[in-house]
């Protein structure tokens, strides 16, 4: 168990309203990743984090911004949600050592 | 830049027999990460297997190996004695270390293979 935890796990919500997803680690990790996932589009990078208030742009960020006031939260906006956003949100930290990335559970988004 | 292709976006096998999942990547560096990660319908990401580029003997956890080709830029996964729990999403991944060729460390994805066991 890597400690982390999103919420919420499932939201609907309409097109046009603003919508925050929250990742909560444990682990004091340092980096941090949100992802989307799509069907035949595997997981795809949208902001990540390098430290606190230390974040960046990923592959698909546009419509997105992202906030890390505190190592343990990364908080990922969706300033006004769209049908196109509908999608599963994952989070998830880097092992220190290991290089891989442990995930949270998801979140699941639907925009109407 | 770096890519990951699956070429198989479903694959079926019976149970008890050995299956292995393709992937292909391209990268100019030397040295990186490779994964295999599952995902059930559950849809919690699971690490299943991971290999650093730099080692040349392939890794082995339990039912599953690799077989890593450096130079074909090829890691393909192999699932021996098939069991009904194996059925799943399988996303082949590669990551560089953070700072490393402008990395920060997240993990590059295919588009996954489609698992299903058959009794």
């Known amino acids: 168990d890597a400690g982390i935890t999103q919420s919420p796990r499932h939201k609907v919500t309409e097109t046009g309203t603003p919508v925050t997803l929250r990742c909560h680690q444990t682990e004091n990790h340092r980096y941090m990743y949100w992802y989307r996932q799509d069907p035949g589009h595997g997981l795809r990078l949208i902001h990540y984090s390098y430290g606190v208030k230390d974040t960046d742009k990923g592959e698909v960020s546009d419509g997105y911004s992202v906030s890390r006031s505190k190592t343990e939260d990364f908080l990922l906006t969706l300033e006004s949600a769209t049908s196109s956003q509908t999608s599963v949100y994952f989070c998830a930290i880097r092992g220190s050592a290991t290089g891989e990335l442990f995930f949270g559970e998801g979140s699941r988004l639907t925009v109407l | 830049a770096q890519t990951v292709t699956q070429s198989q976006p479903e694959m079926s096998v019976q149970e008890a027999e050995t299956v292995t999942l393709s992937c292909t990547y391209d990268t100019s560096e030397s040295d990186y990460y490779l994964f295999w990660y599952k995902q059930p319908p559950s849809r919690q990401m699971i690490l299943v297997i991971r290999?650093?580029?730099?080692?040349?003997q392939n890794a082995t956890e339990n039912r599953f190996s690799v077989n890593f080709q450096k130079a074909a830029k090829s890691f393909s996964l192999k699932i021996s004695d098939s069991q009904l729990g194996d059925a799943a999403m399988y996303f082949c991944?590669?990551?560089?270390?953070?700072?490393?060729?402008?990395?920060?460390?997240?993990?590059?994805f295919g588009k996954g293979t489609k698992l299903s066991v058959k009794p």
């Open positions: 290999q650093e580029a730099y080692k040349q």
């Open positions: 991944a590669y990551s560089l270390q953070p700072n490393y060729g402008g990395s920060q460390g997240n993990l590059i």
